[in-house]
């Protein structure tokens, strides 16, 4: 499995680093400027390492309402700031520029990042309108820019949204393995911090079993156990937070009893 050559361990959590609104989003706080985002994302950072948790992935979780096309100064915003922790980033680390993947892509390139999370196939009715993709294309954009090693985390069942026409989750998750070829699948609840539900993450393993499956939401410390036990790892973003709650900076004390029970259940299994 390639989590283990690039993570560094088999059954990773993949802990978020939600950026404050950046330039351009209505929630920006232009008084603040990038320095107040930037050092809200490093106390983020350092409280993740020092918990322990095996990789971080940056996304621009407060940029709502999202775009499935981001513009320049987001991409440029997140470079900057991945750019100023770099020299801090001890963990491997991927991107997520909500919602657009080519973005995603050329943001891993600019960083180093080794995996990106997106939407790459579908087409749904969603919150932010009608929500197409074009697979093909973005995989093609990958190889031209020279991003061919960076590992594609398909999230198959988007939050906020549903497929356009009705088709079950795992005939998706069969055709998007067969059609895509993606590193991993990620299978979400309805929203951020919203538990994934167990039937459906089994569903899914069961029906790619060659393919990795991670739980993209709502895992906490009382189901950690249940989860990895289906899936091959874990993002994390909203447990981690002070009282869990989206909208709050990340506690150490949280992450670091998250991943002591998290080490606990792989040494169980021998991993």
Known sequence: MWTKEIIGTEKPI???????????DPGYDRAG??????????????????GGVDAVMFSNEFSMPYLTRVRTETVASMARIIGELFSEIEVPFGVN?????????????????????????GVYASDFGLWN?????????QHAIGAGEVKLLFNIVPEGAVYLSQRDVVSIAKSTV?????????VSGLTAGAET???????????????????????????????????????????????GKFENPVDVKRVKAFMDKVRQFRANLGV
């Open 33 to 50: 400027g990038m320095r107040k985002v930037i050092e809200a994302a490093r106390r983020d950072l350092d409280a993740l390492q020092e």
């Open 197 to 243: 539900d167990t039937q459906t993450l089994s569903l899914v393993k069961q029906a790619v079993p060659g393919t990795l499956v991670f739980a993209n939401t709502g895992v906490r410390p009382e189901n950690v156990e249940q989860q990895l036990s289906i899936a091959d790892g874990a993002v994390v973003g909203t447990t981690f937070k002070v009282d």
């Open 14 to 24: 993949i802990a978020m680093c939600h950026l404050l609104p950046l330039p351009g």
């Open 133 to 141: 993709t074009d697979c093909g294309s973005v995989v093609r954009h």
């Open 178 to 186: 067969f059609n895509a070829r993606p590193d991993a699948l990620c």
């Open 97 to 121: 520029v909500l919602w657009d993947p080519v973005a995603s892509l050329d943001l891993a390139v600019a960083t180093g990042a080794k995996f990106v999370r997106e939407i790459f196939t």
